[in-house]
Structure formats: structure tokens, C-alpha cells
T-cell receptor
């Protein structure tokens, strides 16, 4: 079975400081993992994806994620938060056939 | 290149009514998936269509049904609406070739059931 646990429902950081959004997964298959961002009243946008290539994945807007099989984790990081990063972030695990399983989301607040 | 489009943007219905939501996939995509996102929750998979047939289905009752047309566009139908069906309904498109493909999401249809 596939599932995703996002360990923090809310994260607040000051502008210019690092961002860490945590995600643990469970998968019966060799997983593909994604991070999506959802800004208010906008559609979900892909930040990055892992599909069994490099374990450190670089995405858009300076975001990165590291796949750690031993820890079943796929945490999202960014060295320096920007005000425009304030949004809802979803970790996703996919099974064959492309069915997506979403986490419950982490709301990121960036304090000026 | 237009992305995924959905209509209508917002919809208000009363309990017991039926509703149809529409989705046009990103150009070149052949697979459409539908998701329900309740307030404060992550999207939940409803079903996926490919070659005009339902390919996969999540844990949703038969009141939820869909259709895919030859031009790959899709409809989601919900019968006998319940208050709990109030949610944002998201359509996503992708290419079936190869698993684990990125899905492109539309802006969603906000359904309110009174």
C-alpha cells in the first residue's frame, strides 16, 4: 500500500532563513515521489520529482529534496525563504498506473 | 499551449441534485485523473480515464462516475449530492506511456452543496 505522512501541518520561517518540510512515505513498490505547491486560488504546481535516478533532486525556485530509502523520507528544503514561498505544500507518492497519494499538506508561512 | 482547463469555476447545488464537471487536458496528454480536495485536506484520488475507459478507481461510491471523450476531455458526474461532497474538484492530465509520470493539474471547480 502507498501512503504519505507530512510531519508538520504548519511551518513558520523568517524571510531569508532555511525551509524544511518533512515527508515520510510508505510504498509497496519502488516509489516515485513528488512535491507540489498550491498557492491560494491557484492550481497545484510541480516543484520536483524523484523517479529512482539521483537521490538529491533539484526543483524550481531553489527547492531541493533528498530521497533516503533507509529512512523512507523525502524532505523538502530551501536555503533561503522568500515571501512568495508562502503556500500549501503537498508530498505525493505514486504507484504504477500513475495513481497519486497525497499527504495532508504543510502550510508554510514566511515572516517578513 | 493551454494547460489543463476546468469548468465551471464555482458551482452551488442543493442536496439530492446531480452535477457535471468538465475538464480539458493539456495538449498532447491522453490520461485524465480526478481528485476531490476537502477543505484543509490533501487531494483524494477519485478515478482515472484512458482510452475512454475507467482505468483505476479510488475509494469513492458509485454516485461518482465519469466519462472520457475521443478528444481526451473528461467529465465527472456526481449524483444524489450530499453535504459532504462540498469540495474542490481537481482534474489532472498526464501521458500514460511510462508509469510515474508528472500530472498537470487544473485550477479546480469549487462545489458547494447546500
Amino acid at each position: 500500500a502507498q501512503s504519505v505522512t507530512q510531519l508538520d501541518s504548519h511551518v513558520s520561517v523568517s524571510e531569508g532563513t532555511p525551509v524544511l518540510l518533512r515527508c515520510n512515505y510508505s510504498s509497496s513498490y519502488s516509489p516515485s515521489l513528488f512535491w507540489y505547491v498550491q498557492h491560494p486560488n491557484k492550481g497545484l504546481q510541480l516543484l520536483l520529482k524523484y523517479t529512482s535516478a539521483a537521490t538529491l533532486v533539484k526543483g524550481i525556485n531553489g527547492f531541493e529534496a533528498e530521497f533516503k530509502k533507509s529512512e523512507t523520507s523525502f524532505h523538502l528544503t530551501k536555503p533561503s525563504a522568500h515571501m512568495s514561498d508562502a503556500a500549501e505544500y503537498f508530498c505525493v507518492v505514486s504507484k504504477p498506473g500513475n495513481q497519486f497519494y497525497f499527504g495532508t499538506g504543510t502550510s508554510l508561512t514566511v515572516i517578513p | 499551449d493551454a494547460g489543463v482547463t476546468q469548468s465551471p469555476t464555482h458551482l452551488i447545488k442543493t442536496r439530492g441534485q446531480q452535477v457535471t464537471l468538465r475538464c480539458s487536458p493539456k495538449s498532447g496528454h491522453d490520461t485524465v485523473s480526478w481528485y476531490q480536495q476537502a477543505l484543509g485536506q490533501g487531494p483524494q484520488f477519485i478515478f482515472q480515464y484512458y482510452e475512454e475507459e475507467e482505468r483505476q478507481r479510488g475509494n469513492f461510491p458509485d454516485r461518482f462516475s465519469g466519462h472520457q471523450f475521443p478528444n481526451y476531455s473528461s467529465e465527472l458526474n456526481v449524483n444524489a449530492l450530499l453535504l459532504g461532497d462540498s469540495a474542490l474538484y481537481l482534474c489532472a492530465s498526464s501521458l500514460v506511456a511510462g508509469d510515474y509520470n508528472e500530472q498537470f493539474f487544473g485550477p479546480g471547480t469549487r462545489l458547494t452543496v447546500l
